[in-house]
Structure formats: C-alpha cells, structure tokens
C-alpha cells in the first residue's frame, strides 16, 4: 500500500511521518510549496503520477484568531482544497483520509458530541472546516474518511503546550488560563498511531472522533504541565473567557465521543493526562532546543 501526505512540514504531517517510518508504510510526503493543494490541476497531476492507494490530508489553515480576517484563505484551503483532494481520489479510486475539528460544533451542550450531531460553528475557522467536511461528502462519499480531533500538540510547531511549557521554564509571573471551555488535550502522534490503524483496517468511509479519553479545561492542561514541569501551580490563574479578548469565538463544551472509532475494533486512545505525562521529556527537549536557537 502507497500512501501520500500532505502537509508534511505541520505538526500532524511530521507525527504521522514519525509513525509511518516505524511501522515500514510506504509514504511520500509533500509540503505546502510542494503540492498546492488549492490547485486542482496540480493536485490531479501529482496523484496521478504517484498512483497512491492511500492520500492522508494533514494541510489545514489551522489559526483560529487570524481566520476571522483572512476567511478567502481559510476557506481556499480548508474547503477548496479538501475538495481538490476529494476529486483527485474519486478519480484515482484512492481512499481520502481528511482532518476536521472540534470547532464545528456551537458549544451549547454538556455531553460529548456524537458523530452525527448538528454542527454549528461559531468561528471562521470552524465554518471553513466544516465546509471541507461537505465537500469531501459531496465529491468522494464512498471512499473517504473524516477524522475530527482537537486541542493537538505535538513537538514540532507551535501550539499551546509548548506554549505553556516556555513560560513555566523561561518566565517567573503568573499567567492567566481561560477555564470555562472544555474539550480534549489530544497527542498529535496517538492519532497518527490511530489513523495507522484505519489505514490497515481498511475502516470504512464516514465521519469519525479521535482524541485522547477525558475532558479538561484550558487551565486544566495548563496546570498539567506546570505541573510536570515541577513548576509553582500557584503562578496559573484560572480566568473566564470573558477576561481572554479574541477575534474568534470558541465553543464552552467541545469534547467528542468516540465511540464509533472504537467500534472499528480500534483501541481506545489513552487518557489526556497519561499522554501529556508520556510526552513531556520530548516536548520539553524541543522548547530548550528552541530557547536555544533564539539565542
């Protein structure tokens, strides 16, 4: 089985690059000035020449904030570029493996959202993801498969993790944590492992969760790692959105159920805590290394 991503320079693409390799997949990986995937002719062209069986999409226009003033851009990848993709496979009979968020959803429930739940977004981001996610359905129903996680981290990139992590080791004041949005700390390479799994299970087309198990706020996570770091718990603050000024709404409940996955005879992904525990030596390397470069 051949297998082609895109993205490969994000977080996502380079975890599931990690996991490949150790499994012996046969992959080819393409970066964003590699393979434009808002370029239909390119994208028709590429897939053609390679022949994959399989085309996992790990390209997203992933910032939430910047989205609410760059919606052409958000949309002409998140929508127009899952739709390119979606018709390359169609016309190439290879399975589409395409990622989606936890921000399709509004926020206004208490219990998780199952996979055919009515999605509203209330971001840019969102609606462009979502957006992807209905042109996938309409182009390439039958042999595509929708992925939506959230809150990934990972070493490589930027995201909130790391984030923290920076602050707890390079800085000594408090730092002020939203705690009144709930969701799902998610591992970037436990779902590469999982999506490995699809791919060998051959998991039927539709839409599925994956994230890591249990719930937690911002300053949940925040103080995880704190935490992990030996660092004062003290020095983050819990605040309520309403304190945190942004461009983007974000959803007050997010978390996902998984259920459906699992009925796919795929093992259930560990809890947030045990994988940010696992991660942390790795994530930690990374923000020295990175401490160290600015220098």
């Known amino acids: 089985m051949k297998i082609l991503?895109?993205?490969?320079?994000?977080?996502l693409g380079r975890s599931l690059q990690e996991v490949f390799r150790?499994?012996?997949?046969?992959?080819?990986?393409?970066?964003?000035?590699e393979l434009d995937i808002t370029n239909l002719s390119q994208v028709r062209e590429t897939i053609m020449k390679?022949?994959?069986?399989?085309?996992?999409?790990?390209?997203?226009y992933t910032n939430v904030e910047k989205a609410e003033t760059d919606s052409f851009k958000a949309f002409s990848v998140n929508e127009l570029g899952a739709g390119n993709l979606a018709i390359a496979a169609r016309e190439c009979k290879s399975t589409l493996v395409h990622f989606s968020t936890d921000y399709v959803f509004s926020g206004f429930r208490n219990t998780p959202w199952t996979v055919d739940a009515v999605a509203k977004p209330l971001s840019v981001y969102g609606k462009s993801k979502l957006a992807g996610e209905r042109i996938i359905t309409l182009e390439n129903p039958d042999n595509s498969l929708i992925i939506r996680t959230a809150w990934l981290y990972s070493p490589y990139g930027k995201n909130f993790f790391k984030t923290i992590l920076s602050k707890a080791i390079r800085e000594n004041g408090s730092i002020s944590v939203v705690n009144d949005q709930l969701g799902q700390p998610t591992n970037a390479k436990d779902l590469a492992i999982q999506v490995a799994r699809v791919i060998e299970n051959r998991t039927n087309s539709g839409i599925f969760h994956i994230t890591n198990s249990g719930t937690a706020t911002w300053f949940d996570f925040a103080v995880e790692i704190f935490k992990l770091n030996g660092s004062d718990l003290d020095r983050v603050k819990p605040i309520p959105s309403s304190e945190f000024e942004t461009k983007a709404r974000r959803p007050s409940y997010s978390a996902l159920d998984n259920s459906k996955i699992l009925e796919s005879?795929?093992?259930?992904?560990?809890?947030?805590?045990?994988?940010?525990?696992?991660?942390?030596?790795?994530?930690?390397i990374a923000v020295l290394k990175e401490s160290l470069d600015e220098v």
Not at 5 to 11: L, N, R
Not at 265 to 284: E, R
Request: no cysteine.
């Open 5 to 11: 991503i895109t993205g490969a320079q994000g977080q």
């Open 22 to 33: 150790s499994r012996g997949f046969s992959y080819l990986a393409f970066t964003r000035k």
């Open 50 to 60: 390679t022949r994959v069986d399989v085309i996992v999409n790990a390209a997203a």
């Open 265 to 284: 005879s795929l093992i259930a992904m560990p809890t947030w805590q045990d994988s940010v525990k696992k991660s942390f030596p790795d994530l930690k």
